[in-house]
């Protein structure tokens, strides 16, 4: 007789907390991307081990304990392909990586895929201009102003790339207490954020209140957990593919019996988004934030575009969520159709009709924990957004929506790019939106507001798996060990 | 009509390729190629591919396939027959290692064998669907240059500050420059659209296309039974009666005759009581009772589940012990009433005979009231399930070895054509025993052609958006499967569309088909390394392609890519679509309707 799949409810603990949260409490963040020296694997997982050991790996437990008393810092590790490889963590035969993460985002196959030419990466998960490969990648949250929780990365065994929180990013929305996450533009940010059905996050909003809120559209947010964290259900009503390491089996850390070593992780699309705030201030004196708000398809406040109420009445991220566009806004006289939220988010917009919609828009939601960053360097100050998107499945989920609808000119027919992602490609159409509803549809011409610096796929362990990865026990350090030292050889 | 469509998607396997002609994109084999497909102007699409021998063939080399995507109304030997007697000869460069001595020194001669050697590995789809491609290449790139002309008119309008915001005088003034421009003269007429989808659109002329065959059929049947016989009487006024045997013929044929005409006319109306059934319990019962309805879309639900649970295993075995008695007893009760109404006539008799009307009724309503009280208590039971806790919905493991995995060389052709209409070929097994599956495989697909050619006229298969063309051929004398695909967007997104947009239709097309291990044709290209199944299937429909990681792996491990490719013109579905209905709009009278279609034209 099979096992019975885990249920999710037991796996909280091995879990690691990104996935429950984005840490909205905590307003401070920084990401360490790590390259392995070469002959120093044995000293980096050392150095890895000990920041796990430290206990600042937050699971999807310590997020949940308490909202009254949210825990205070947080910190996920994740690993790209060259890097399981390089801490000795092989796949197995029968359960290899999926083809994305292994050939990698920076790969050459990946820019056609993902539409990204012409490429000017700092960094990739493949290559990289000053270190070569990314093979870590840490993020930490922390309150403002204190004091990071990585501090000690030893250079001689690492090659480092950090990325500095912006302090300008939590910003206060009107009269209201509370400051929210903004964007370099001035747009709210981590707004629309999926709902994972049997994992209640924890941003400090109750679930009655939410659903209250949202009204029958709630469903519409909510998404299968197995579309997020490997080896549950997803929204096929299937179990997502967990692949496997050698050595896992034996080592007695699964946690679940047949456990794969990928279960309760989750792939991360990662991508450093440089935004130029310039560009976009001249192009708002220009045209008016109202032509802004059409590009972003939300108002600077987070609020929808069509939003009838009171706009400096405070509403919860809930009700500000809970629209579609079909029945009120079809043809995009209120929210272009080639607007930057409704691309990457079309809701019920594709489709025959508004249920086969919302239902075919579940198959590519992503869970986004990025965060904005800052870079002073000569005098000069550099903003953007490090992206981070959670997701099962690379080429069904983030790879899709880059592909068919961000940057696709002939996404519902608009023939255009998205307004906001991405520098114009000489190949494709030029940076244009088309704004319908007036004459003969006013048409803005862009800049190029945003460029890519880095990206890479990751791969966010289970905290069991994690422990196996630096090799935090006995059984599992020398079956990696193991494994590594055949691969070296 | 099916053979119409099937004509226009060909493959042309010739088997025994040696490897030693250069296909690289630049070389003069694949320029050459691409002139002529220009020049010949009919064919909309065409590739080449390497098919890899099966692991059991005796010549371990690959085939070379061509694939082509034709016009309407063009036989299969006339395309052959202009593309390898086009004066370039870029057919015969392609194939001439196929004659390793450089084959007859003349070229009419060459081209008479080369002919022959086509004209063998020749097959038309055995079955396949065309989104928006129904029209001529020709007619899409003239429709793209006037929703091109439009929009840059459009924009020059807007630049002189006309019309303000009146859209009805905008769409007008577009509409009136249009017409004057001798340019677009040809768009006057309204734009040219196959039969289905133009005057047989209609659910009237689809039904009235069916009685009128089946009239046509009922007179036929009873010409055969009336013609002897009338002209036997002709024979016996003039001449008196014939010999005897004659009149036994005329009587054996005249009976047959009836018989036919009786079982076509019982036939009718037992498919309409099947069909007042299906009604009934499918779409009208379900209007009005919503346990009905709850309870017809879990059975579904768990039927299709994907994963292994006690829910769906226990669906489908009610379903054998249940559904499949139940689904045979009528099918029995309608063959007897069919073939042998005498029964039906002769058991009412007897029934009449032993029992009162009142006890008859009595025990009808008996029956029903009993059937509720069934249904009812399934019904409970499944919300008690559902209630007791999720152990009886909770899945169980399900191993899926290598899922996800894309060969680099198919990652590759998909990168290199993500701007354009992607393109698939996939190659798979027959299953054993290969008759008896070749045999479901011809009859699911001609089913899927007739809906896609008379049905599903908007251009989508299904709720399945952005196919260009898809054919399914039988090749290797019923051995292996091929499918040949040119869509909009990415593969994964496609495979999605089928999976919930033609469930039924790809189950059936692919069920009879599993994937053996086999080399690669060349390097780089890839082979089949472990052997795979089609997603298991409940009740032939039920579940397949539902299980999408197992069916995506399928589907990516059957994969093959393209070594050359030409596609007339590189518009997606909706763009064809978009331009077709501009012409319409600007050329048709003016209304609100065709108004907002030009201003929606306009301001995409």
């Given at each position: 007789m099979k096992a019975q799949a885990p249920h999710l409810a037991e796996q909280f603990g091995d879990i690691q907390g990104m996935l429950r949260s984005g840490y909205g409490w905590l307003k401070s963040s920084r990401f360490w991307l790590l390259t392995i020296r070469d002959g120093q694997e044995k000293a980096a997982r050392a150095w890895l081990a000990k920041l796990v050991e430290s206990g600042v790996i937050a699971s999807a437990n310590d997020v949940g304990k308490s909202r009254a008393h949210p825990i205070e810092r947080a910190a996920a590790i994740a690993f790209s392909f060259s890097g399981l490889t390089k801490l000795g963590c092989m796949e197995t035969k029968e359960h290899p990586f999926p083809s994305p993460f292994r050939s990698g985002m920076g790969s050459d196959v990946r820019a056609l895929l993902l539409r990204d030419n012409p490429r000017k990466w700092r960094w990739s998960d493949v290559d990289g201009v000053a270190c070569g490969p990314v093979h870590v990648l840490i993020a930490e949250w922390t309150p403002k102003?204190?004091?990071?929780?990585?501090?000690?990365?030893?250079e001689a065994v690492f090659c480092v790339i950090r990325v500095e929180n912006d302090p300008c990013s939590f910003q206060k929305i009107g009269d209201g207490k509370d400051e929210r996450l903004h964007e370099a533009f001035g747009f709210r940010d981590g707004l629309a954020q999926p709902v994972i059905r049997g994992l209640r996050q924890d941003d400090g909003v109750g679930l009655s209140q939410a659903k209250d809120d949202a009204g029958t559209l709630y469903d519409d947010r909510v998404v299968s957990a197995g579309e997020f964290i490997l080896g549950y259900r997803n929204e096929y009503d299937e179990l997502t593919y967990c692949p496997n390491v050698e050595g896992w089996t034996q080592s007695g850390r699964a946690r679940h019996p047949g456990g794969r070593f990928a279960l309760n992780g989750s792939y991360l699309a990662v991508r450093q988004i440089e935004q130029d705030v310039k560009a976009f201030d001249a192009f708002r004196a220009a045209n008016g934030q109202g032509i802004c708000e059409k590009l972003m398809g939300r108002?600077?406040?987070?609020?929808?575009?069509?939003?009838?109420?009171?706009?400096s009445k405070p509403i919860s991220d809930s009700k500000a969520d809970a629209f579609r566009y079909r029945v009120e806004d079809a043809n995009g006289f209120t929210c272009p159709k080639g607007a930057h939220i409704r691309r990457v988010n079309p809701r019920d917009t594709l489709g025959v009709d508004v249920q086969s919609s919302i239902k075919s828009t579940k198959l590519h939601r992503l869970l986004r924990r990025g965060r904005p960053y800052r870079e002073d360097s000569n005098g000069e100050t550099r903003k953007g957004i490090f992206f981070i998107a959670c997701n099962a499945d690379l080429e069904r989920q983030f790879e899709f929506i880059q592909q068919?609808?961000?940057?696709?000119?002939?996404f519902v027919n608009?023939?255009?790019?998205?307004?906001?992602?991405g520098s114009s490609d000489p190949k494709t159409f030029p940076k244009v939106l088309s704004v319908p509803g007036l004459p003969s549809g006013e048409e803005v011409s862009l800049a190029s507001f945003t460029t890519t610096l880095g990206g890479g796929y990751f791969f966010l362990p289970g905290i069991a798996a994690l422990n196996f990865i630096v090799g935090n026990d006995s059984s599992s350090k020398s079956a990696a060990s193991e494994v590594a030292e055949a691969a070296a050889s | 009509m099916l053979e119409m469509v099937r004509q226009q998607m060909i493959c042309i396997v010739v088997p025994g390729w040696d490897g030693t002609t250069d296909l690289s994109e630049s070389g003069s084999v694949c320029t050459g190629l691409d002139a002529l497909l220009k020049d010949v102007a009919v064919v909309q699409f065409a590739s080449i591919a390497l098919l890899p021998a099966r692991a059991d063939a005796k010549d371990p080399r690959p085939s070379l396939m061509l694939e082509l995507a034709i016009e309407e109304g063009i036989a299969p030997y006339d395309i052959v027959y202009r593309l390898v007697y086009h004066p370039s000869g870029a057919m015969w460069s392609l194939y001439s290692s196929f004659w390793p001595g450089g084959g007859p020194p003349l070229q009419s001669a060459r081209n008479d064998q080369l002919q022959g050697k086509l004209m063998e590995g020749l097959t038309i789809a055995e079955g396949g669907f065309i989104g928006a491609?129904?029209?001529t290449a020709r007619q899409i790139e003239k429709e793209q240059d006037l929703l091109q002309w439009t929009r840059d008119q459009a924009r020059a309008m807007k630049a002189a500050k006309l019309y303000g915001d009146d859209r009805a005088a905008f769409a007008l003034a577009l509409a009136q420059r249009a017409f004057k421009n001798p340019r677009f003269d040809w768009a006057l007429d309204p734009a040219p659209r196959s039969y289905w989808r133009e005057k047989g659109a209609s659910i009237g002329a689809k039904i009235g296309y069916v009685l009128a065959l089946f009239v046509l059929w009922l007179a036929a049947v009873w010409l055969i039974g009336a013609v002897p016989r009338g002209l036997l009487g002709v024979y016996t006024w003039l001449f008196g009666a014939p010999y005897s045997g004659v009149q036994a013929v005329v009587d054996a044929v005249s009976k047959v005759s009836g018989w036919v005409l009786g079982v076509s006319i019982r036939s009718l109306f037992a498919l309409l009581g099947l069909g007042v059934l299906a009604v009934f319990f499918l779409l009208a019962l379900p209007a009005v009772s919503k346990s009905w309805r709850r309870w017809l879309k879990s059975v579904g639900r768990e039927l299709d589940r994907p994963t292994e649970t006690w829910s769906s295993w226990s669906t489908y075995w009610v379903g054998w012990i249940v559904g499949v008695p139940t689904v045979l007893a009528v099918v029995a009760c309608a063959l007897v009433f069919i073939f042998c109404p005498g029964t039906i006539v002769d058991a009412y008799h007897a029934l009449t005979a032993k029992f009162l009307g009142w006890q008859i009724i009595a025990f009808i309503i008996l029956a029903i009231v009993a059937l509720i009280c069934v249904f009812g208590v399934l019904s409970r039971i499944d919300q008690q399930l559902a209630a007791a806790g999720n152990w009886f919905f909770h899945p169980y493991e399900d191993d899926v070895p290598r899922a996800q995995q894309v060969d680099t060389s198919i990652d590759h052709c998909e990168g290199l054509v993500v701007r354009e209409t992607a393109h698939m070929f996939s190659l798979t097994d027959i299953r054993s025993p290969n008759g008896w599956s070749a045999f479901w495989i011809r009859a699911s697909l001609r089913i899927v052609t007739l809906f896609g050619r008379v049905f599903f006229t908007e251009g989508r298969l299904g709720d399945a958006p952005g196919i260009h063309f898809g054919h399914w051929h039988i090749i290797e004398k019923g051995r292996r499967y091929l499918f040949c695909s040119n869509y909009d967007g990415s593969f994964g997104g496609y495979l999605d569309d089928f999976i919930n947009g033609a469930t039924i239709g790809t189950t059936l097309a692919w069920r009879w088909t599993t994937l053996k291990r086999r080399g690669s044709a060349a390097i780089g290209q890839p082979a089949v390394e472990e052997p795979r199944s089609f997603p298991p299937t409940r009740f032939i429909v039920f579940r397949g392609v539902k299980c999408e990681l197992k069916f995506k792996s399928y589907a990516r491990d059957s994969m093959l890519p393209h070594v050359f490719r030409f596609d007339a013109r590189k518009e997606t579905v909706d763009g064809i679509n978009l331009a077709t209905s501009l012409r319409d709009a600007l050329f048709g009278e003016r209304n609100d309707s065709n108004d907002d279609q030009i201003m929606r034209a306009i301001e995409s």
């Open positions: 102003d204190a004091r990071p929780l990585v501090s000690d990365v030893d108002q600077a406040n987070g609020l929808p575009l069509g939003w009838k109420d009171d706009p068919r609808w961000v940057r696709n000119p002939s608009v023939h255009a790019d998205d307004p906001i992602v | 491609r129904d029209r």
